[in-house]
């Protein structure tokens, strides 16, 4: 009888695994219809691959700048199961939030080039007339189902999609013959620009169907929308997928193949870009990351979907009396309120000692009507009053308020920053080079009070512009990509709540040499104090040459000059500490005698 069962045990098996699907993207057949029917799109695409290229090989800062994309969902169903419910996809925005920030539940070390993309999705809350929305748009047809044509993407038989420079389009419908899903290069016709996903795959509930119920269908999709290929570069162990850090392969792989092996090296299973089924799959990797990070850099083929307003709120001014009042910054912005001023006069321009135009104070006329440009400017007491000239002033920006440094309404000052809403900022001070290799270096600094985040710029030492800008809320970046024996120098602000500290002094460093941190205007006086080796991990022998006073006293100081640790060692002019509890970063060794001291300057790695 045991054998009985196990035979049936072994056939329902048998049944059970034929009837179980495999994964099948459509995307290469659907860029092959493409090529066949836009011929441009070959030269797009290189073009987009040289401006990758480039982009891979520039030295650049491997920060968290953010790219949020909006996303409009296009529901095009016949059934009521069809038209997927609005929890549905929100399962599916989460699938893809998780995976490409590597917080899918699931991520594991087994691959050590696994990446956090620093992309994020948002359902559009912006229409592109500028209304709100829900970024879900439902339509019902007739057409039992679609295939990959692109037909569900026409206003005839399915929805148009918004402007696919401001939008991702995801489509959702029944695509038939088993097909799970297909996307569109970049580089394609922009008025079938997306990725179209099956009603069954689609999401983590509702209608999503195992083994493809977990939302690694639209990750996948969303994977060629950003340009990647299959990780086995669809041929064999010779055809590439255009990043460097994923095994070669020559075919996919269902199911969950973990650890087979092909071409010489085990296959990565585990990747987004893999046929595996959806439970297997838990990574991008750092190179399909800076390959998709390209499409976002400034002349990017993607680069609208990171500055597009879809997910924005409409930022209200503060109050809309023309006048800079309360505690606005600027006229009719930052501050919380603009209190009605007490009416003083009915002039029309701010004189005597008014606070806004006839607003406060009183309103003595103005002695001389100096000019009519209808701003306050060269010794001017008010607008257009008193002083005795208004020279023109220089245009800063256009629009239509004062903020930043400027003198008047888009006038003088350097800039317009936004105005502020918060408090101060300070200038991030400890500023050094840690962990310089050959093609990489670690840049860090000390943290300021009340910083959101970081902005970091970086160039090769010479150039006029700043090559690379990143965003972190750390107080450590990496810069990647580096030329042995090169330059390069950095800058960091903290940014606050509506408002950014300057700049810290320029700093450099060179590629391969780790003692090359120095920072401008940081140079040391001459100094008899020696310590090694620096940087350190820990152990630090400290030897000076001071003339002995009262005896000496050796401080640790931490780069903002705080004190960390100090030590006497009486008449002796060295000493051994371990400092490997100290945080990493910069610090100062100073030594004093009672009446002179020396300072010299530290890294704890
Ligand atoms: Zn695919």
């Known amino acids: 009888m045991k054998n009985i069962y196990t035979l049936i045990g072994a056939v329902l098996l048998c049944v059970a695994q034929l009837s179980a699907q495999t994964r099948t993207c459509h995307t290469m057949g659907n860029l092959d219809r493409l090529l066949e029917l836009h011929p441009q799109m070959q030269e797009n695409m290189d073009a987009i691959e040289d401006f990758t290229r480039d982009f891979e090989n520039t030295p650049q800062l491997r920060g968290e700048n953010l790219v949020t994309i909006p996303v409009v969902v296009n529901v095009v169903y016949k059934t009521s199961a069809q038209n997927i419910s609005d929890a549905q996809i929100l399962s599916q925005i989460q699938v893809l939030n998780d995976d490409f920030r590597r917080q899918n539940s699931d991520a594991d070390n087994t691959w050590s080039q696994a990446f956090d993309t620093n992309i994020e999705f948002c359902l559009a809350s912006v229409d592109p007339d500028g209304n709100p929305t829900d970024g879900i748009r439902r339509r019902q047809t007739n057409k039992p189902s679609f295939s990959a044509n692109d037909a569900v993407k026409t206003a005839n038989q399915g929805l148009a999609p918004w402007d696919p420079s401001s939008y ?70 010779s055809a590439d997928d255009f990043v460097s850090d994923t095994p070669s392969s020559d075919n996919p792989n269902y199911g969950c193949a973990v650890g087979h092996v092909s071409c010489g090296s085990t296959d990565m299973v585990q990747n987004y870009m893999d046929y595996s089924d959806d439970v297997c799959m838990n990574l991008f990797t750092s190179g399909q990351s800076l390959r998709m ?119 003088g000052g350097p800039d317009c920053a936004p105005c502020s809403t918060g408090g101060s900022c300070d200038t991030p001070t400890g500023t050094v080079a840690t962990n310089i290799k050959r093609k990489r270096a670690k840049l860090n600094w000390n943290a300021v009070d009340g910083a959101i985040d970081y902005t970091v710029q970086f160039r090769v030492a010479g150039a006029s512009a700043w090559a690379s800008e990143a965003n972190t809320a750390e107080t450590t970046i990496n810069a990647t990509s580096l030329s042995n024996n090169t330059t390069y120098e950095w800058q960091v602000r903290a940014n606050c709540s509506g408002s950014s500290s300057d700049y810290s002094p320029i700093c450099s460093f060179t590629a391969g040499d780790s003692n090359s941190s120095s920072c401008a205007g940081e140079r040391l006086m001459e100094s008899t104090v020696n310590a ?74």
């Open 168 to 237: 991702m389009n995801i489509w959702v419908c029944n695509l038939g013959s088993g097909l799970l899903g297909y996307a569109q290069f970049p580089g394609g016709p922009a008025d079938t620009d997306g990725i179209v996903i099956d009603y069954a795959y689609f999401g983590t509930i509702g209608t999503a169907t195992a083994p493809f119920d977990l939302g690694r269908t639209a990750t996948h999709e969303v994977g060629h929308y950003l340009n990647l290929r299959h990780i086995w570069g669809d041929g064999p162990c």
């Open 532 to 605: 090694f080796p620096n940087p350190t991990t820990g152990d630090l022998n400290i030897q000076f040459q001071m003339e002995r006073g009262i005896g000496y006293r050796v401080i640790l100081l931490d780069g903002m000059g705080r004190v960390v640790n100090e030590w006497f060692t009486g008449e002796q002019v060295s000493l051994q500490v371990d400092i490997s509890d100290v945080a990493p970063g910069l610090y100062f060794i100073q030594v004093t005698n009672g009446t002179d001291q020396e300072v010299i300057r530290i890294v704890k790695d």
């Open 293 to 411: 990070d390209a499409l976002f850099a400034p002349g990017g083929v993607r680069a609208g979907l990171a500055t597009s307003g879809g997910c924005g709120n409409v930022s209200e001014p503060t109050c809309d009396d023309g006048i800079q009042n309360g505690d606005e910054t600027g006229i009719d912005c930052g501050g919380s309120n603009c209190p009605a001023c007490p009416p003083s006069c009915d002039d029309g321009i701010q004189n005597g000692d008014e606070t806004g135009v006839d607003c406060g104070g009183s309103c003595a006329p103005c002695v001389t009507v100096t000019c009519d440009d209808g701003i306050q400017n060269g010794d001017e007491t008010g607008v257009d009053c008193g002083g005795s000239d208004c020279p023109a002033c220089p245009a800063t920006c256009d629009d239509g308020i004062q903020n930043g440094e400027e003198t008047g309404v888009d006038c």
